[in-house]
Protein backbone atom coordinates (compact mmCIF):
# COMPACT_ATOMS: atom_id res chain seq x y z
CA UNK A 1 0.00 0.00 0.00
CA UNK A 2 1.20 3.62 -1.26
CA UNK A 3 1.19 5.88 1.79
CA UNK A 4 2.33 8.67 -0.09
CA UNK A 5 4.21 9.05 -3.33
CA UNK A 6 6.00 11.89 -5.02
CA UNK A 7 7.94 13.93 -2.25
CA UNK A 8 10.83 16.09 -3.08
CA UNK A 9 13.94 17.25 -1.21
CA UNK A 10 12.22 20.81 -2.44
CA UNK A 11 9.38 19.70 -3.12
CA UNK A 12 7.43 18.84 1.02
CA UNK A 13 7.04 21.60 3.82
CA UNK A 14 5.52 20.44 7.36
CA UNK A 15 4.14 17.28 8.76
CA UNK A 16 2.63 14.25 7.13
CA UNK A 17 0.91 12.06 8.94
CA UNK A 18 1.24 7.67 8.86
CA UNK A 19 -0.35 5.14 10.52
CA UNK A 20 1.38 4.10 13.44
CA UNK A 21 2.25 0.78 12.33
CA UNK A 22 5.51 -0.99 11.12
CA UNK A 23 6.07 0.38 7.56
CA UNK A 24 8.07 -0.41 4.49
CA UNK A 25 10.06 3.13 3.13
CA UNK A 26 10.99 2.80 -0.58
CA UNK A 27 13.28 5.34 -2.22
CA UNK A 28 13.29 6.23 -5.78
CA UNK A 29 15.01 8.49 -7.70
CA UNK A 30 13.00 10.98 -9.23
CA UNK A 31 15.24 11.20 -12.51
CA UNK A 32 14.76 7.54 -13.31
CA UNK A 33 12.30 6.14 -10.88
CA UNK A 34 15.28 3.16 -10.42
CA UNK A 35 14.78 2.01 -6.71
CA UNK A 36 17.19 3.26 -4.31
CA UNK A 37 16.18 0.90 -1.10
CA UNK A 38 13.95 0.43 0.82
CA UNK A 39 13.83 0.76 4.63
CA UNK A 40 12.05 -0.64 7.88
CA UNK A 41 10.72 2.37 9.66
CA UNK A 42 9.02 -0.02 12.47
CA UNK A 43 6.75 3.00 13.63
CA UNK A 44 4.87 0.88 16.35
CA UNK A 45 7.65 -1.35 17.88
CA UNK A 46 8.82 2.26 18.91
CA UNK A 47 5.79 2.92 21.17
CA UNK A 48 5.86 6.60 20.21
CA UNK A 49 2.45 7.46 21.86
CA UNK A 50 1.31 9.52 19.08
CA UNK A 51 4.36 12.38 19.05
CA UNK A 52 6.05 13.06 15.76
CA UNK A 53 9.78 12.20 14.19
CA UNK A 54 11.21 13.26 11.60
CA UNK A 55 12.85 11.01 8.72
CA UNK A 56 15.90 12.26 7.49
CA UNK A 57 17.25 11.08 3.92
CA UNK A 58 21.26 11.42 3.82
CA UNK A 59 24.18 10.17 1.53
CA UNK A 60 25.11 9.73 -1.98
CA UNK A 61 23.21 6.52 -3.74
CA UNK A 62 26.48 6.15 -5.64
CA UNK A 63 29.45 7.44 -3.18
CA UNK A 64 31.78 6.26 -5.91
CA UNK A 65 31.01 9.09 -8.31
CA UNK A 66 31.98 11.35 -5.50
CA UNK A 67 35.90 12.21 -5.01
CA UNK A 68 36.40 11.58 -1.52
CA UNK A 69 33.19 10.52 -0.26
CA UNK A 70 32.03 7.33 1.51
CA UNK A 71 28.23 8.17 2.82
CA UNK A 72 26.20 5.87 1.38
CA UNK A 73 22.52 6.73 0.94
CA UNK A 74 20.77 6.41 4.40
CA UNK A 75 17.10 6.88 5.89
CA UNK A 76 18.01 8.35 9.36
CA UNK A 77 14.65 8.71 12.26
CA UNK A 78 15.24 11.84 15.01
CA UNK A 79 12.40 11.60 17.69
CA UNK A 80 11.13 14.13 19.86
CA UNK A 81 13.24 13.04 22.92
CA UNK A 82 16.47 13.79 21.05
CA UNK A 83 19.32 11.84 21.40
CA UNK A 84 21.62 10.01 18.13
CA UNK A 85 19.77 10.00 14.77
CA UNK A 86 18.37 6.63 14.52
CA UNK A 87 19.33 4.76 11.01
CA UNK A 88 16.72 2.81 9.58
CA UNK A 89 17.65 -0.45 8.23
CA UNK A 90 17.37 -1.42 4.28
CA UNK A 91 15.58 -4.01 3.66
CA UNK A 92 17.26 -6.45 1.39
CA UNK A 93 14.69 -8.99 1.39
CA UNK A 94 12.32 -10.94 3.71
CA UNK A 95 14.09 -14.42 4.30
CA UNK A 96 11.97 -17.79 5.47
CA UNK A 97 13.12 -16.59 8.84
CA UNK A 98 11.48 -13.27 9.24
CA UNK A 99 8.43 -14.90 6.91
CA UNK A 100 7.61 -17.11 9.47
CA UNK A 101 9.70 -17.10 12.80
CA UNK A 102 12.69 -15.98 14.37
CA UNK A 103 15.95 -18.38 13.81
CA UNK A 104 16.09 -18.31 17.66
CA UNK A 105 14.09 -18.21 20.96
CA UNK A 106 14.53 -15.19 23.95
CA UNK A 107 13.89 -16.29 27.41
CA UNK A 108 12.84 -15.48 29.99
CA UNK A 109 10.11 -12.83 28.27
CA UNK A 110 9.69 -11.21 31.18
CA UNK A 111 13.63 -10.76 31.90
CA UNK A 112 15.04 -9.63 34.86
CA UNK A 113 18.51 -9.29 34.42
CA UNK A 114 19.78 -11.85 32.03
CA UNK A 115 18.24 -12.76 28.50
CA UNK A 116 19.31 -16.18 27.21
CA UNK A 117 19.55 -16.19 23.52
CA UNK A 118 18.91 -20.22 22.04
CA UNK A 119 19.55 -20.53 18.58
CA UNK A 120 17.91 -23.33 16.24
CA UNK A 121 20.41 -23.53 13.98
CA UNK A 122 24.32 -23.52 15.54
CA UNK A 123 26.48 -21.99 12.05
CA UNK A 124 29.05 -20.18 14.06
CA UNK A 125 28.31 -16.86 12.04
CA UNK A 126 28.60 -13.73 12.89
CA UNK A 127 25.47 -11.64 13.75
CA UNK A 128 24.47 -8.43 15.65
CA UNK A 129 22.06 -8.08 18.28
CA UNK A 130 20.53 -4.36 18.88
CA UNK A 131 18.35 -3.64 21.03
CA UNK A 132 16.06 -0.69 21.22
CA UNK A 133 14.10 1.45 23.79
CA UNK A 134 10.13 2.71 23.44
CA UNK A 135 12.09 5.50 21.24
CA UNK A 136 13.43 3.59 18.93
CA UNK A 137 17.29 4.47 20.27
CA UNK A 138 19.20 1.70 20.46
CA UNK A 139 20.48 1.25 23.98
CA UNK A 140 22.99 -1.72 23.29
CA UNK A 141 24.87 -3.51 20.97
CA UNK A 142 27.01 -6.47 20.78
CA UNK A 143 28.44 -8.76 18.53
CA UNK A 144 27.31 -12.55 18.50
CA UNK A 145 28.35 -15.83 17.07
CA UNK A 146 25.40 -17.76 15.90
CA UNK A 147 26.11 -21.04 18.20
CA UNK A 148 24.47 -23.04 21.37
CA UNK A 149 23.30 -20.05 22.89
CA UNK A 150 24.46 -16.59 24.29
CA UNK A 151 23.60 -14.49 27.43
CA UNK A 152 22.63 -10.56 27.06
CA UNK A 153 23.10 -8.78 30.41
CA UNK A 154 20.11 -6.60 30.55
CA UNK A 155 20.73 -5.33 34.56
CA UNK A 156 21.36 -1.91 33.35
CA UNK A 157 17.98 -1.20 31.40
CA UNK A 158 15.17 0.21 33.19
CA UNK A 159 12.02 -1.49 32.82
CA UNK A 160 10.37 -1.55 29.90
CA UNK A 161 9.72 -3.17 26.77
CA UNK A 162 12.01 -3.32 24.27
CA UNK A 163 12.66 -5.01 20.84
CA UNK A 164 15.45 -7.02 20.07
CA UNK A 165 17.02 -7.34 16.45
CA UNK A 166 19.27 -9.43 15.26
CA UNK A 167 21.28 -8.43 12.15
CA UNK A 168 23.76 -10.47 9.50
CA UNK A 169 24.95 -9.28 6.30
CA UNK A 170 23.36 -6.17 6.69
CA UNK A 171 20.03 -8.45 6.77
CA UNK A 172 17.53 -8.59 9.22
CA UNK A 173 17.29 -12.12 10.38
CA UNK A 174 14.95 -11.88 13.32
CA UNK A 175 13.26 -9.56 16.33
CA UNK A 176 11.39 -10.32 19.15
CA UNK A 177 10.21 -7.76 22.03
CA UNK A 178 10.79 -8.20 25.44
CA UNK A 179 9.69 -6.92 28.99
CA UNK A 180 12.05 -5.86 31.27
CA UNK A 181 11.03 -6.23 35.15
Known amino acids: QTVFS ?66 SFGLYAATPSGGSLQKLPKVTSVGPELANENSFDLYPNPVADQLQIEWQEATGEDVTLEIYNQV ?35 EVIGKEKVVKQ
Request: hydrophobic share 35%; aromatic share 8%; glycine share 12%.
Open 6 to 71: GLSYTGFDGYFGAPTANLNVTVKNANNGNEVGTYEANLSDWSLGGVAITVIASGYVDPSSESNVEA
Open 136 to 170: GQVVKSEDLTRSGSSQIDLADQADGIYLIRLHQDG
